[in-house]
């Protein structure tokens, strides 16, 4: 792989280029990493680019589509393969969001509420001709979710420890199975180093 470093607005900008290379149906676009990558932020940050470039948008957050309570917390608050395998639905994210906008032009923008687990009770949003779905989160790859590009915001393991608060350091477990598994760096379309995130760097390959 070739490291080339890169501004903040570099990585929005190519990011942008590489949804524009799509045709004018509905692109899927998952940023995918720990949450002290702050995910929602580059997510939040593609939405005007696209929109200047006649690309209609629709932002979502993996964290208002999780699963219910009684089944994500079923073996506890901390418990770190159910964060991995049990938390996001998966299914309600692909019917409502991912493969709803392509069959039937329209999108739910949230399913749960994250704290309290109960429905939102949203109404679905239309999605005109080449809508771009922002669906940002963590642990999002090789979850079998409908997508067109990924973005993988990457970490040392070093770095993700030490940006982990002491008091979910439960969670590194799930990331390290994460990084053996899923493989983000292997799996996604876009990867960005971001262990200093003022001096990101695009990874590419040689």
């Known amino acids: 792989m070739h490291v080339q470093p890169v501004t903040p607005d570099g990585v929005v900008a190519h990011v942008v280029e590489r949804v524009l290379t799509h045709d004018a149906r509905p ?3 998952l940023v995918d990493g720990h949450p ?6 580059l997510a939040d ?3 005007e680019p696209l929109r200047a470039a006649g690309r209609p948008t629709a932002r979502v957050g993996a964290r208002d589509f999780l699963r219910q309570r009684s089944l994500r917390l079923e073996h506890g608050h901390r418990d770190p393969d159910s964060l991995l395998d049990a938390w996001l639905d998966v299914e309600a994210l692909n019917r409502e969001v991912l493969t709803s906008v392509v069959r039937r032009g329209r999108w739910l923008p949230s399913l ?3 704290a309290t687990g109960r429905s939102t009770r949203a109404g679905y949003a239309e999605a005109p001709a080449g809508t771009v779905v922002v669906l940002d989160g963590s642990l999002l790859l090789g979850r ?3 997508a067109d590009l990924a973005v993988h915001l990457a ?4 770095t993700e420890t030490r940006n982990t608060p002491l008091d979910e350091a439960w969670t590194l477990a799930a990331y390290g199975r994460y990084r053996r598994e899923a493989r983000p760096e292997r799996r996604a379309d876009v990867v ?3 262990d200093h995130p003022d001096r990101p760097a ?3 390959p040689a």
């Open 27 to 29: 692109v899927r676009v």
């Open 36 to 41: 002290s990558t702050r995910p929602e932020a």
């Open 45 to 47: 940050a593609l939405v």
């Open 112 to 114: 749960r509420d994250p």
């Open 144 to 146: 079998g979710l409908d």
């Open 155 to 158: 970490l040392s393991p070093a």
């Open 192 to 194: 960005v180093r971001v």
């Open 202 to 204: 695009l990874l590419l």
